[in-house]
């Protein structure tokens, strides 16, 4: 059967990896899986046909057979189960892996997302600039004990996972920003992923379809 994700038409973020589509991209690389882009304008994410497999009217999608899935975490959580690479085969590294997964969008990534919010969703209030150091202080509370934790490993939990793709996903929201730069093994770990060979043709394909090269 056939895989399709949905991806923006234009991306938001000119091709620079960001968009969700992207994780999912690298997923499917990863353990070797072709797959279909449906291409979508914004406002095609509003119209019925698509709002039927995402209600809240955002990208991507997932496609196979008679299963649709919504949500890029769900997305790599279903590939990573269904297709050999993502996760260890030993159950309690399995399990871990996943840990990371959730760890990843619950514990690191909303205070990240901040960012964006401060700077285009309240960039025109008064109190905007007083608040990203504040939003700042928050990211670095999360990413100090990431960092403890990963040491000088080259993942978080031996082999490559899901849970390490999503994370370097997460992270490599931070680039802009400089805060990254703060944490040296945290920079290098997020440098590892995206050295890896999946990761540069998710990234090219994303950038392709972004920029209608």
């Given at each position: 059967?056939?895989?399709?994700?949905t991806?923006?038409?234009?991306?938001p973020?000119?091709?620079?990896?960001?968009?969700?589509?992207?994780?999912?991209?690298?997923?499917?690389?990863e353990?070797?899986?072709?797959y279909n882009?449906?291409?979508?304008?914004?406002?095609?994410?509003k119209q019925?046909?698509?709002?039927?497999?995402?209600?809240f009217?955002?990208?991507?999608?997932?496609?196979?057979?008679?299963?649709?899935?919504?949500e890029?975490?769900a997305?790599?959580f279903?590939i990573?189960?269904?297709?050999?690479g993502?996760?260890?085969s030993?159950?309690n590294?399995?399990?871990?892996?996943?840990?990371?997964?959730?760890?990843?969008?619950?514990?690191?990534?909303?205070?990240?997302?901040e960012?964006?919010?401060?700077?285009?969703?309240?960039?025109?209030?008064?109190?905007?600039?007083?608040r990203?150091p504040?939003?700042?202080?928050?990211?670095r509370?999360r990413?100090?004990p990431?960092?403890?934790?990963?040491?000088d490993?080259?993942?978080?939990d031996?082999?490559f996972?899901a849970?390490d793709?999503?994370m370097?996903?997460?992270?490599?929201?931070?680039r802009?920003?400089?805060?990254?730069?703060?944490?040296?093994?945290?920079a290098?770990?997020?440098?590892?992923?995206e050295a890896r060979?999946a990761?540069q043709?998710?990234?090219?394909?994303q950038?392709?379809?972004?920029?209608?090269?």
């Amino acid at each position: 059967m056939t895989i399709t994700i949905t991806a923006f038409e234009h991306s938001p973020d000119g091709g620079k990896g960001l968009s969700r589509d992207t994780r999912v991209r690298w997923a499917l690389e990863e353990v070797g899986q072709p797959y279909n882009v449906r291409p979508l304008s914004f406002e095609a994410l509003k119209q019925s046909a698509h709002v039927c497999m995402n209600p809240f009217g955002q990208i991507p999608t997932y496609e196979e057979g008679d299963l649709c899935l919504f949500e890029s975490g769900a997305i790599v959580f279903h590939i990573a189960e269904h297709y050999a690479g993502l996760l260890p085969s030993d159950g309690n590294a399995r399990a871990r892996a996943i840990m990371w997964m959730f760890a990843a969008l619950n514990s690191v990534e909303p205070s990240i997302l901040e960012i964006v919010v401060v700077k285009f969703a309240e960039g025109d209030k008064p109190w905007s600039k007083e608040r990203m150091p504040l939003v700042f202080d928050r990211i670095r509370q999360r990413l100090r004990p990431l960092s403890a934790r990963l040491g000088d490993a080259e993942w978080l939990d031996g082999e490559f996972s899901a849970g390490d793709l999503i994370m370097v996903s997460v992270l490599l929201r931070l680039r802009m920003s400089g805060i990254l730069d703060e944490f040296p093994n945290l920079a290098a770990y997020v440098a590892r992923g995206e050295a890896r060979p999946a990761y540069q043709r998710a990234f090219a394909a994303q950038l392709a379809q972004a920029t209608g090269t």
